[in-house]
């Protein structure tokens, strides 16, 4: 009889460790360790994390594509982009960018949902088991997805401004070639669906002043316009974090037939932060839609 007592309380007792365990996914209560995991919330900053108005800009719909920084000086850049796609709702954000360690493969992605201050970003499984069967070169290492700010900085905008919207986060070393990035970005549009967006997390010149970081940007502007890809994988961090995220969005954008883009902001911190002698970090958001007329 006591045994049986005791298997009871066991089963009680291991029902209600995994409901406390699992947490609300539309709050806080998810932590690192607990059950499901999740990334951990690491990099939201209050202060740097922009929700008030925006100016007038290009009116765009059916938005396919753009390019956000990662660096959350920029937070009011990063806000104004998905407050522009709030009303689009898209299922699925497929998110690019430079993998800042070089380590872990030519293509890693994660299998984890990303903790915010705002509830959990889950990751499109379907889409991650497409993206895996479309390409032998890509590899789940959720370690050092965990730290990779281009991926952690803009998860808190993504549920904050789409709170229903899965993820697709995918980085890149440095050394990324242009036939790499030609490939991916092809299997990635014949994957997206009709309410997927990719957005490439990259930061422009680095550690300029800006008068030199102006010029490294209007090359890097004209490049963008011109389609050049050739030129953009020949530039280094004078220029751009992410040739590579460039170079599959792009590739992804061309073979879905949309290569019109509106350039929605170009700055840097120097401006940002009202000090124009100091190292600075360049800044250009971008986003592939139709314009209403």
């Not at 006591?2 to 309380?9: D, H």
């Not at 009709?194 to 990259?202: Q, R």
Request: with cysteine; net charge negative; proline share 5%.
């Amino acid at each position: 009889m006591m045994k049986k007592i005791l298997l009871v309380a066991v089963i009680i007792w291991a029902a209600i460790a995994y409901i406390a365990l699992s947490g609300d996914r539309t709050g806080t209560s998810v932590q690192p360790g607990s059950f499901p995991p999740v990334h951990p919330n690491a990099f939201f900053q209050t202060g740097n994390f922009y929700t008030g108005e925006f100016p007038e800009g290009p009116d765009l719909e059916n938005i396919r594509g753009g390019v956000i920084p990662h660096h959350l000086v920029a937070d009011k850049l990063i806000a104004r982009v998905f407050d522009t796609l709030k009303d689009q709702k898209p299922d699925t954000i497929i998110l690019l960018g430079p993998n800042h360690s070089n380590e872990g493969g030519r293509i890693v992605t994660s299998s984890l949902g990303w903790q915010t201050p705002f509830g959990v970003v889950d990751v499109d499984e379907k889409l991650l088991k497409s993206l895996r069967q479309a390409s032998s070169s890509v590899q789940v290492n959720d370690e050092i997805m965990s730290v990779e700010h281009a991926m952690g900085n803009i998860m808190p905008f993504i549920k904050y401004y789409l709170p229903e919207t899965k993820v697709l986060p995918i980085i890149f070393p440095n050394n990324f070639s242009r036939e790499e990035a030609n490939v991916l970005g092809e299997k990635i549009a014949g994957i997206m669906g009709d309410k997927t967006v990719v957005l490439a997390s990259v930061d422009f010149s680095h550690y300029l002043k800006c008068d030199e970081a102006e010029l490294k940007d209007q090359e890097t502007i004209q490049a963008l316009k011109e389609r050049n890809l050739g030129r953009i994988f020949t530039m280094n961090d004078d220029y751009l974090d992410s040739p590579a995220a460039i170079g599959v969005l792009f590739t992804a954008m061309n073979k879905l037939g949309k290569n019109d883009f509106a350039v929605l902001n170009h700055t840097n911190s120097g401006v940002i932060l009202g000090n124009k002698n100091i190292a600075t970090t360049s800044y250009i958001t971008l986003l592939f839609g139709i314009e209403n007329k």
